[in-house]
């Protein structure tokens, strides 16, 4: 069976392609650049597809012979729950057997756009006769790596809400081993399964785990200008992340997986790791 895996060249959902080809499975990767398809291929894909979201011809062709899909949608695009109810019905089109969607931890919160855009494409593909599987990650471990220089050069970690908010966290490598369990496997059929690593950190915390990992203090400070101007949807994002955080439970990962999920300690020394093999190579 080829399984079709949107979002390959990302600095997320590439992680699903080597786990898939880890299980020997055979992946069409879709790019949108033509210079991606390199990438894709060293990370395990068999073939590879180049196209927009957007148009309904390269999702046909992309598409074609296809038993399952890995879907994600690209942060923040224009009009997303439109744009994922299309690949839905190409989806349906096609004649594909399954979909599995790596959506976000509670689609509900309507007031957050990135969250609420998620919901319309899952009732699609509920209104489907699709088999499916539902990912509900919580944030990225790997959102720190865009923080991650001024971190080791200034000792700072900021961040545009309050020190006190508290969030569950994941490896998107773990969601990605999940993903390619429900691609694979018929035990993650018809599940909708919320994805959090263990504990609820605020950024006290999270600074605190750097300096030990750094062996420097990191001190933390709140900065609402941290990422520069934002769109409205994205500032929305900061303001309930201010009020109320996003928490989940870690028990369904857990047991998926059937091991401890990696732990953002783990995580920032591969960080730091990196600094240091970049360092020596430069020396």
């Known amino acids: 069976m080829m399984i079709l895996a949107f979002g390959a060249a990302g600095n997320f959902a590439g992680s699903v392609i080597p786990a898939l080809a880890a299980r020997g499975a055979r992946v069409r990767a879709f790019v949108r650049k033509p210079e991606q398809a390199e990438l894709v291929r060293r990370h395990g894909a068999t073939e590879v597809a ?64 990135n969250h609420v855009a998620k919901a319309p494409v899952e009732e699609a593909v509920l209104n489907s006769g699709l088999e499916y599987t539902f990912l509900h990650p919580a944030r990225y471990f790997q959102n720190y790596a865009a923080f991650w220089p001024k ?56 600074a605190a785990l750097m300096s030990d990992v750094l062996g420097h203090e990191v001190r933390e400070r709140r900065d609402p200008d941290v990422l520069g101007d934002v769109p409205p949807g994205l500032r929305a994002m900061f303001d309930h992340y201010d009020r109320h955080g996003l928490l989940g439970n870690p028990l369904t990962l857990r047991a998926i997986l059937g091991r401890e999920p990696r732990s953002l300690r783990a995580y920032l020394e591969e960080l730091a790791q990196g600094d240091t093999a970049r360092s020596g190579e430069q020396g």
Request: aromatic fraction near 8%; hydrophobic fraction near 50%.
């Open 50 to 113: 180049i196209g927009d979201l957007r148009d309904r011809a390269a999702l046909d062709g992309a598409l074609k012979d296809v038993g399952a899909v890995f879907y994600i949608a690209p942060a923040f695009i224009p009009a997303e729950a439109d744009v994922g109810k299309k690949v839905v019905e190409a989806t349906i089109d096609a004649g594909v057997r399954r979909f599995v969607f790596s959506a976000v931890i509670h689609p509900v919160l309507s007031d957050l756009v």
């Open 151 to 206: 971190v080791v050069k200034e000792g700072v970690l900021a961040e545009p809400w309050s020190s006190g908010t508290r969030f569950s966290l994941v490896d998107y490598r773990d969601v990605a081993e999940v993903a390619a369990i429900a691609l694979t496997e018929e035990r993650l059929l018809f599940g909708t399964f919320e994805l959090c690593a263990p504990g609820q950190l605020n950024r006290l915390d999270v």
